[in-house]
């Protein structure tokens, strides 16, 4: 059981370009969660999705744009990429809504973003 | 805007208690409290959750002021292993979506 997914672990990009991070998850949740982490500072979320088809926004969501065509997977695209996006993202998912339920939510290992 | 406040850090020897505090004074209705901790910037990890009752699981315990405005995160016999950020997690409702709000972590140091 892998549990929660992240690809690349690590990434470098110039302005401008564009790359896709993918989650992946094998516990069947409907909710799938992408945040990311700034030095010193706790999770923000970007944007998350409550099942197959649908995503909603976050907290942060300027600056990307998400995709959860599979139950399992759930994709953070960075159309162009800006240095204010180098951060740590993380990718989560629960079987209900993370926060008001009795459930807890299951975090990848990170994806280290920079962008020069 | 609601928050959640923590301290910076605390230590606490090995072998001994750790009482990690955090203050949620805007929470309400049914959201959870959660905690998670994150070690070397891994994935956060999850640690234990409770709404309104204290709680009790094999990694620590977690109290619930009965006004649910704080809540105390115990690990009763810290060791190395438990030196890690500390987050107390809660969810506000913002217009048609939430926002998870994670505090600024505690750095917790388990001292041999």
């Known amino acids: 059981n892998a549990g929660v997914t992240q690809t690349p672990k690590f990434r470098v990009l110039k302005t401008g370009q564009s790359m896709t991070l993918l989650c992946a998850q094998d516990m069947n949740h409907e909710y799938m969660y992408w945040y990311r982490q700034d030095p010193g500072m706790g999770l923000r979320l970007i944007h998350y999705?409550?099942?197959?088809?649908?995503?909603a926004k976050g907290e942060v969501p300027d600056g990307y744009n998400v995709s959860r065509l599979k139950k399992q997977n759930f994709l953070l695209g960075l159309e162009s990429a800006a240095p204010s996006q180098t951060s740590v993202y993380f990718c989560?998912?629960?079987?209900?809504?993370?926060?008001?339920?009795?459930?807890?939510?299951?975090f990848g290992q990170g994806t280290r973003l920079t962008v020069v | 805007d609601a928050k959640t406040t923590q301290p910076p850090s605390m230590d606490c020897a090995e072998g001994r208690a750790a009482n990690l505090p955090c203050n949620h004074s805007t929470i309400s209705g049914n959201e959870y409290v959660y905690w998670y901790r994150q070690i070397h910037s891994q994935g956060p990890q999850y640690i234990i959750h409770g709404l309104k009752n204290n709680e009790t699981n094999e990694m620590a315990s977690l109290i619930i002021t009965e006004d649910r405005k704080s809540s105390t995160l115990i690990l009763p016999h810290a060791t190395l292993r438990d030196t890690a950020v500390y987050y107390c997690i809660v969810r506000v409702a913002m217009d048609s979506s939430y926002k998870l709000i994670f505090g600024s972590g505690t750095r917790l140091l388990v001292r041999p």
């Open positions: 999705s409550v099942g197959e088809g649908t995503t």
């Open positions: 989560a998912s629960s079987y209900t809504p993370f926060g008001s339920e009795n459930t807890e939510a299951f």
